[in-house]
C-alpha cells in the first residue's frame, strides 16, 4: 500500500492534551476507491439520540463495527456493533502501524454534505476509559474540524485532507472539546472512520 510519509511529532494543541495531524496518508486514487467501498458497504443509519427527553433523529448517518458484538451507549441510545468489513480491517491495521496504537472498534459518521456536522462535544463515554487514543480517517470533501478548550476556550483548527489521518490522545477528550463545522460551501459527501478502544459496558 503507498503511504505518504509525514512528520508525525507535530501537536496541534498548545496544551492540556495531544492532536497530531498526519496529513494524507493515503494516495488520491486509493482514498477515491475506499470513500466508493465504504459509502456502498457500510451499514449506514441515521443516528438517533434523546436529549433533554426528545427523541432526535440525524440527517447524518452512523455505523458501529468491532471485534465483538459489543453494545455501546451514547446520546442515551444504544448501538450494536456488526463484524468489520475487509475494508474496515485493512483500515484499522493502516491506522495501527501509523499511529502505534491498536484499536477494537471504530465509529463511522457519513455527512452527505456540509449541512451535516457535529457539534462540540468530547468522547469521554466510560466504556472508552479515560483519555484513550482515538484516531481518525478521513475521506471525501475536505472539510474544516476544531477544538476547543473547556477552561481557556483556546480554540485551534485543522481541515482534515481526502485519505488524511489524525490522532487524538493524551488528556484531549478530558481537557477539549471537538466538532466538525457546518459549511454551505460543501456540497459533497465526507466519510469519517473513528477507530477506538472499548474498555468497559461491553456485552
Ligand atoms: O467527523 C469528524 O471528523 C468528527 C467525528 C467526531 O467528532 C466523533 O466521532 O466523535
Known amino acids: 500500500m503507498e503511504l505518504f510519509k509525514q512528520d508525525t511529532t507535530t501537536n496541534i494543541?498548545?496544551?492540556g492534551g495531544e492532536v497530531i495531524y498526519y496529513g494524507k496518508v493515503l494516495a488520491t486514487q486509493k482514498a477515491d476507491?475506499?470513500?466508493?467501498?465504504?459509502?456502498?458497504?457500510?451499514?449506514?443509519?441515521?443516528?438517533?439520540?434523546?436529549?433533554?427527553?426528545r427523541h432526535i433523529i440525524t440527517k447524518r448517518k452512523v455505523a458501529w463495527y468491532a471485534d465483538n458484538?459489543?453494545?455501546?451507549?451514547?446520546?442515551?441510545?444504544?448501538?450494536h456493533a456488526l463484524p468489520w468489513t475487509k475494508e474496515l480491517?485493512?483500515?484499522?491495521?493502516?491506522t495501527e502501524k501509523l499511529t502505534g496504537h491498536q484499536?477494537?472498534?471504530c465509529l463511522l459518521n457519513l455527512?452527505?454534505?456540509?449541512?451535516?456536522?457535529?457539534?462540540?462535544?468530547?468522547?469521554?463515554?466510560?466504556?472508552?476509559?479515560?483519555?484513550?487514543?482515538?484516531?481518525?480517517?478521513?475521506?471525501?470533501?475536505?472539510?474544516?474540524?476544531?477544538?476547543k478548550h473547556r477552561e481557556s476556550k483556546h480554540k485551534e483548527e485543522v481541515i482534515l485532507a481526502h485519505g488524511s489521518l489524525l490522532i487524538m490522545k493524551g488528556a484531549t477528550q478530558s481537557n477539549?472539546?471537538?466538532?466538525?463545522?457546518?459549511?454551505?460551501?460543501?456540497?459533497?459527501?465526507r466519510?469519517?472512520?473513528?477507530?477506538?478502544?472499548?474498555v468497559s459496558n461491553m456485552q
Open 103 to 105: 484499536f477494537n472498534s
Open 13 to 15: 494543541l498548545p496544551y
Open 89 to 94: 480491517l485493512q483500515l484499522k491495521k493502516l
Open 111 to 147: 455527512y452527505h454534505n456540509g449541512d451535516e456536522g457535529m457539534a462540540w462535544h468530547s468522547d469521554d463515554e466510560k466504556a472508552l476509559g479515560k483519555d484513550t487514543a482515538i484516531a481518525s480517517l478521513s475521506f471525501g470533501a475536505e472539510r474544516k474540524f476544531a477544538l
Open 69 to 79: 458484538e459489543y453494545s455501546y451507549t451514547y446520546s442515551n441510545t444504544t448501538k
Open 191 to 198: 466519510v469519517n472512520l473513528t477507530f477506538r478502544t472499548m
Open 33 to 53: 476507491n475506499y470513500l466508493d467501498i465504504l459509502l456502498n458497504t457500510i451499514e449506514w443509519k441515521n443516528d438517533e439520540a434523546v436529549i433533554f427527553g
Open 176 to 189: 477539549w472539546l471537538h466538532c466538525l463545522p457546518k459549511s454551505k460551501k460543501i456540497k459533497t459527501p
